[in-house]
């Protein structure tokens, strides 16, 4: 009876171990050459934030996009940018648009995200900050360069 005891104790203990060193985490990976770079991590949390920087690629203007975790996906909840035009959100169904001093502003998107790929490119600044971190990508990547953003 004790040693059964010991190998259900055990178990408990391992099963405990596992699920508290198996968290889910954020990875953002670049996908260079043939092979995909960590570039960093952040464990999963509910309103996690994370924020896209880029200069749009046709109006050469400033685009942020606002993002948080809900616990299952990531959801675009706001859009920033100094320009209406391409690609970017501005009908009634996107959400709920206004102005403040140079920014169109398009709040409560409420877009559901699982997962983001998206590329640096010559003169977009590419930036992300995941939880307070800031990375700018396009100082680390070569123009092209994939990023992934996914929840593992």
Not at 65 to 73: N, P, R
Not at 128 to 144: C, S, W
């Amino acid at each position: 009876m004790r040693k059964m005891l010991k190998k259900i104790f055990a178990a408990v203990i391992l099963i405990v171990l596992i699920f508290k060193f198996a968290e889910e985490k954020v990875y953002v990976t670049a996908e260079v050459g043939d092979t995909a770079e960590i570039v960093t991590t952040a464990a999963v949390r509910k309103n996690l934030p994370l924020t896209i920087k880029f200069i749009h690629s046709v109006q050469k203007t400033p685009v942020i996009e606002e993002l948080e975790f809900d616990g299952s996906d990531f959801v675009l909840r706001r859009t920033k940018y100094q320009s209406q035009g391409v690609g970017l959100p501005f009908m009634e169904s996107d959400g709920i648009f206004r102005r403040d001093g140079d920014w169109f502003i398009m709040d409560n998107m409420n877009r559901r995200i699982k997962s983001l790929s998206l590329r640096t490119g010559v003169g977009t600044e590419l930036t992300i900050n995941l939880a307070g971190e800031e990375i700018r990508l396009y100082e680390k990547f070569p123009p092209g360069t994939k990023i992934n953003i996914e929840i593992k």
